[in-house]
C-alpha cells in the first residue's frame, strides 16, 4: 500500500525548483512545505524498523511535527502550501496511529517486511466483524473447546429469547470468558517475545519470528472474536 | 492585508460571535447590546423585493414568533445536512412545513407562502446577522470565520454548515467542534496537562468529548454523542403535557394552532430556567377561548419527566471512556457546556458519571455554559490568524466522530477508517471491474458504527469513470479517502496501469451541489466596499436617532431637574451636535457624537434607574414606573476602541 521511494532521487521544489532529497517535508532552501514524501510509516518519525516502540518519545515526536505540519498552521497561506499541509499531516496521523497501537504496529511492519497476511486488523478494541464468518483458522489445539464454546452460545442464546434464565450456563460461560482472555494474554505475551527476537535477531532470526507472528496473529484474532461474542452474549 | 478571524457558535436555539480581545475571548454585543443571537429567522413575505423576501434576525423575530408563526423558522440546526425521511419527528413539532415534491436524497426545502428555502440558506441569514453585528463593532468587513458545530456531526451536516458560511459571503477557515472549543476556551488558563472531559448538553444536542492536554497541544482521544438530544426534547415534553392537559380539561385542542402553541413553548420554557434554581415552577396561560390552563410542576416531578432524556446521555459518556481506554477516575477535569447543564440533574448525573464529588472534585462551570463555545471558537481564530502570542503554543487534535466505511458484496461495510482517528486522516484501497471491458465502477460510502450499509448514513455514491477498457480484474483503480481538518471527505481517483486520473462524480446524498451553493449566495453586494460603507452609514443613523429620541423625552422625566445646569447644557449641546451631524454622511463623526452623547447623558441614565428602583419599592412594578418616567437612555451598544479614523 505504500511505495518506498528511493530517497536518493532528487526532487524539485514546488516553489523554489532547487532540488531536494525527498525525505524532508520543508524544503532546505526556501523553508516551504512540500509535498508528502514517499516514505514508510517509521521514517515519517526518523526511527529505525522495529516491533518495538518507545511510546512516550513517539507521542513526544508526533506533537512535534503536528506543530510544524498541521493545516492550523496554514489556514491563511495559498492553496498549494495548504494542500501539502493536509496531506503531510495525514500522513503523520496515520503513521502514528499504526505505530502507536501494539497491533496496527505488528501488522504494519510484517507486511512492510513482505509477510502474507491473512486479515487485516481492522481494530485493536475488537469491534470490527470483519472475519467472523470466517472459521476455517481454528487453532487445532482449541477445536475441542471451541465446540464446546459453540454450544453453549447457542442454548444461552435460546435461552435468552425465550426468556429463561440459567444460571449454570451463565457460570460455564463466564468461566469460558475468562479462559479464553487468559489465552489471549498469553498470545500478547509471546508477541512481544518474538518482537525482541525480530528485533535483536539476524536475518535466519528475523524470518522465523516473523513466521511465528504471522501464526499469533492469526490465532489472536480467532480468540479476540471469540471472545467478544462471548460477551455480547453475557451482556444482553 | 489580513482582516480579523472571528469565532461563531451556530447554535440551535442561539448563535454567538466573539473575537480575540488581546489576550482574552470576548463575545461581540447585537445592536440591541445583547450577546446572544436567538437561531430564529423571520421572512417577510409580502415586502419581498426582487426576489429576496425581508429577513430579520435574532430577538426581533423571535417575538414574530408567537403573533405570525408561519413565517419564522426556528431550530433549523436540527434540519441542518439531513433527508425528509430523517426529520419527520422533528416536524411534528415545527410550525412550518416542507415543500412536498422534494425528490428521495434531495435536500428538503421549508416553504413560506410561495418561497422555498434550504436549511443551509436559513443558517446562513442568521451568520450574516452575526457576521454585521461584527462589522458593526469592528467599524471594518470581516470575512473569514471559524464556526463550531457539535463534535458528532456527519460528513453531511458539516459541509451544510460550510455551505451556510459561503452563502453569507463568509470564508470559514474551519470547522470546530463544539466540546472542544470549549477546552480551548477553559484551557486559556487552566492546567497544563491532565485528560478532560466536556460534557455539551445544548439545545439541540448533545456531545461528549475526551481530551488529553499537554504542553498546550489538545488532543482528543475519543468523542460521541447523539445529535437529536438537547434541551428542546425537554421543552417538548413539557409543551406535550400542557397540550394534552389543555385537551382534556378546557376541550380545546391546540395543537392545529401554530401560535397558541409557540406560547405555551414560551411558557414551558420559563418553566424549565425556573426550576433549575426553584423547588416548584408555575404555568399560567390565557388559552383562545379566555380560559387559563394553571398548572405547578414541582422539581421532582420535573426530574422524574426528564429523566429518561437525561439518561440518554449517558451511553455516549460511556463509550467515550472506553473508547479513550480510560476509567471514569482518569478524568482530572470536567467541563459543563449548553444551557441545559444548568439543570441540577443534569449537573448529579455528570457527577455520578464521572465519580466527582466522591473524589472531592467539581464540574467547571466558571465560564457561562452559553458563550464558552463561541468564545473558545474565537480561540481557535487566533490560532488560524497566527498573529498572537497567547495562541501561538496551542494547538488542537481532534477526531472524526463516525467511522467511514464503504459497501461491500452483501451490502455489509468494510470500515477504512475507523471512528476518534485524528484527522486529517487518510484510506487508500484499491478496486477493480468485475466484466471484460468495464468503464465504471460505483462506490458508496457510508458513516457511521453499524454492520449493514443500509443501517449507516449514506455520505455519497461515487462513480469512476473513464476506466480504460480491460479484461475484468485487470484495472487497478487506487482510491484515496481523505478526511480534512474540518472533518469532512474528499475522494481522489487514479487508474494505476494506465496511469489515468479516473473521473469521479460525486452525488452527495442530501447535500447542496456547488452551482447550487453558488446561487444561494445572499446579496453579493455584501462584499462591496462602496455598499459596506452605505450600510454602516444607515446603522449608524438608526443607532443616533434612538438615542436622540430618548434625550429629546429626557425633560419630561423628573430626573432631569435633579441634574446640575451644567449637565443639562451639556446634554443639550451634545444632541442639537448629533442631531446635525447625522444628517451628513461622516460615519466615523455620526459614530463618535453617537458615543459622546451616551457619555453626557450616563448620569441621567443612572437617575432614572434609581427612581426606578425607589418607585418599585413603593409597590409598582418595574414596568410602570419605566412607563411613568418615560424610556430610559441606554448605551446602544458597546463600541470598538480606537477603530475610528
Known amino acids: ?236 | 492585508m489580513t482582516g480579523r478571524v472571528v469565532g461563531i457558535d451556530l447554535g440551535t436555539t442561539n448563535s454567538l460571535v466573539a473575537y480575540m480581545q488581546g489576550d482574552a475571548p470576548v463575545v461581540i454585543p447585537g445592536v440591541d447590546g445583547s450577546n446572544l443571537v436567538p437561531s430564529v429567522v423571520a421572512l417577510d413575505l409580502i415586502a419581498a423585493e426582487g426576489g429576496r423576501p425581508t429577513v430579520t434576525v435574532g430577538n426581533t423575530a423571535r417575538k414574530a414568533l408567537i403573533e405570525t408563526p408561519e413565517r419564522v423558522i426556528y431550530s433549523v440546526k436540527r434540519l441542518m445536512g439531513r433527508g425528509l425521511e430523517e426529520i419527520q419527528d422533528e416536524l411534528r413539532l415545527f410550525p412550518f412545513r416542507l415543500a412536498d415534491d422534494v425528490e428521495a436524497g434531495e435536500v428538503p426545502r421549508i416553504q413560506l407562502g410561495e418561497m422555498r428555502f434550504t436549511p443551509p440558506e436559513i443558517s446562513a441569514y442568521i451568520l450574516r446577522q452575526l457576521k454585521r453585528n461584527a462589522e458593526r463593532f469592528f467599524g471594518a468587513p470581516v470575512t473569514q470565520a471559524v464556526i463550531t458545530v457539535p463534535a458528532y456531526f456527519n460528513d453531511a451536516q458539516r459541509q451544510a454548515t460550510k455551505d451556510a458560511g459561503r452563502m453569507a459571503g463568509l470564508d470559514v477557515l474551519r470547522l470546530v467542534n463544539e466540546p472542544t472549543a470549549a477546552a480551548l476556551a477553559y484551557g486559556l488558563d487552566r492546567a497544563k496537562a491532565g485528560t478532560i472531559a466536556v460534557y455539551d448538553l445544548g439545545g439541540g444536542t448533545f456531545d461528549i468529548s475526551i481530551l488529553k492536554l499537554r504542553d498546550g497541544i489538545f488532543e482528543v482521544q475519543s468523542t460521541n454523542g447523539d445529535t437529536h438530544l438537547g434541551g428542546d426534547d425537554i421543552d417538548n415534553l413539557l409543551l406535550a403535557i400542557a397540550l394534552d392537559e389543555i385537551h382534556a380539561e378546557h376541550g380545546v385542542d391546540l395543537r392545529g394552532h401554530p401560535g397558541a402553541v409557540q406560547a405555551i413553548r414560551k411558557a414551558a420554557i420559563e418553566a424549565k430556567i425556573a426550576l433549575s434554581t426553584e423547588p416548584v415552577a408555575h404555568f399560567d396561560i390565557e388559552l383562545p377561548n379566555g380560559d387559563r390552563y394553571q398548572r405547578e410542576i414541582p422539581r421532582a416531578v420535573f426530574e422524574l419527566l426528564i429523566e429518561p432524556v437525561l439518561e440518554r446521555t449517558a451511553r455516549p459518556c460511556k463509550q467515550a471512556l472506553s473508547d479513550a481506554g480510560i476509567t471514569p477516575e482518569e478524568i482530572d477535569e470536567v467541563v459543563l457546556v449548553g444551557g441545559s447543564t444548568r439543570i441540577p440533574a443534569v449537573r448529579q448525573l455528570v457527577d455520578d458519571l464521572f465519580h466527582l464529588a466522591a473524589r472531592g472534585k467539581k464540574p467547571h462551570i466558571e465560564l457561562n455554559p452559553d458563550e464558552v463555545v463561541a468564545l473558545g471558537a474565537a480561540v481557535q481564530a487566533d490560532i488560524l490568524a497566527g498573529s498572537s502570542k497567547t495562541t501561538e503554543e496551542m494547538l488542537l487534535l481532534d477526531v472524526t466522530p463516525l467511522s467511514l466505511g464503504i459497501e461491500a458484496l452483501g451490502g455489509t461495510v468494510a470500515r477504512i477508517i475507523q471512528r476518534n482517528s485524528t484527522i486529517p486522516a487518510s484510506a487508500t484501497e484499491h478496486f477493480t471491474t468485475g466484466v471484460d471491458g468495464q468503464t465504471n465502477v460505483a462506490i458508496h460510502v457510508v458513516q457511521g458504527e453499524r454492520e449493514l450499509a443500509a443501517d449507516c448514513r449514506s455520505l455519497a455514491r461515487f462513480d469512476l469513470r473513464g476506466i480504460p477498457p480491460m479484461s475484468a480484474g485487470l484495472p487497478r483503480i487506487e482510491v484515496r479517502f481523505l478526511i480534512d481538518a474540518d472533518g469532512i471527505l474528499k475522494v481522489t481517483a487514479r487508474e494505476q496501469r494506465s496511469g489515468q486520473a479516473a473521473d469521479i462524480e460525486v452525488k452527495p446524498t442530501y447535500g447542496l451541489t456547488d452551482e447550487q451553493v453558488e446561487g444561494m449566495i445572499l446579496d453579493s453586494f455584501d462584499h462591496a466596499e462602496e455598499d459596506f460603507a452605505k450600510r454602516l452609514l444607515i446603522e449608524a443613523r438608526n443607532e443616533a436617532e434612538t438615542i436622540l429620541a430618548a434625550v429629546e423625552r429626557a425633560p419630561e422625566s423628573p430626573a432631569w431637574s435633579q441634574l446640575t445646569g451644567e449637565e443639562q447644557v451639556g446634554i443639550d449641546a451634545a444632541r442639537e451636535r448629533l442631531a446635525t451631524l447625522k444628517l451628513g454622511e461622516d460615519l466615523a463623526a455620526i459614530r463618535e457624537a453617537t458615543l459622546a452623547l451616551d457619555r453626557a447623558t450616563r448620569r441621567f441614565a443612572e437617575l432614572m434607574m434609581d427612581a426606578a428602583v425607589t418607585t418599585a419599592v413603593r409597590g409598582k412594578t418595574m414596568d410602570a414606573a419605566g412607563e411613568e418616567l418615560g424610556e430610559a437612555v441606554t448605551a446602544p451598544h458597546a463600541m470598538a476602541p480606537a477603530e475610528f479614523k
Open chain 1, 1 to 236: 500500500m505504500l511505495k518506498v521511494l528511493d530517497s536518493a532521487v532528487p526532487i524539485a521544489c514546488w516553489s523554489c525548483s532547487i532540488g531536494h532529497i525527498d525525505s524532508t517535508l520543508f524544503c532546505p532552501h526556501c523553508s516551504k512545505i512540500q509535498p508528502p514524501p514517499g516514505c514508510d510509516f517509521y521514517q515519517v518519525f526518523g526511527l529505525e524498523r522495529g516491533f518495538q516502540v518507545d511510546l512516550p518519545a513517539l507521542e513526544r515526536e508526533f506533537h512535534r511535527l503536528s506543530r510544524k505540519v498541521h493545516p492550523d498552521r496554514f489556514a491563511r497561506a495559498g492553496e498549494t502550501e495548504r494542500e501539502w499541509s493536509l496531506a503531510d499531516t495525514a500522513l503523520l496521523n496515520d503513521a502514528y496511529r499504526t505505530l502507536k497501537d501494539p497491533l496496527f504496529r505488528t501488522e504494519y511492519l510484517l507486511k512492510l517486511e513482505g509477510a502474507e497476511i491473512g486479515e487485516e486488523f481492522a481494530a485493536s478494541n475488537g469491534k470490527d466483524r470483519k472475519g467472523q464468518k470466517d472459521p476455517s483458522r481454528v487453532p487445532a489445539d482449541l477445536l475441542e473447546e471451541v465446540f464446546e464454546l459453540n454450544m453453549q452460545l447457542e442454548e444461552m442464546r435460546m435461552a435468552r429469547s425465550t426468556g429463561e434464565d440459567d444460571p449454570q450456563l451463565q457460570a460455564g460461560l463466564e468461566q469460558a470468558k475468562g479462559k479464553f482472555e487468559g489465552l489471549l494474554d498469553e498470545v500478547d505475551r509471546e508477541l512481544r517475545i518474538q518482537w525482541k527476537a525480530w528485533d535483536e535477531g539476524d536475518a535466519a532470526g528475523r524470518h522465523a519470528a516473523q513466521g511465528t507472528m504471522v501464526s499469533l496473529l492469526d490465532r489472536r484474532r480467532y480468540l479476540s472474536n471469540l471472545v467478544r461474542d462471548v460477551t455480547e452474549v453475557l451482556g444482553a
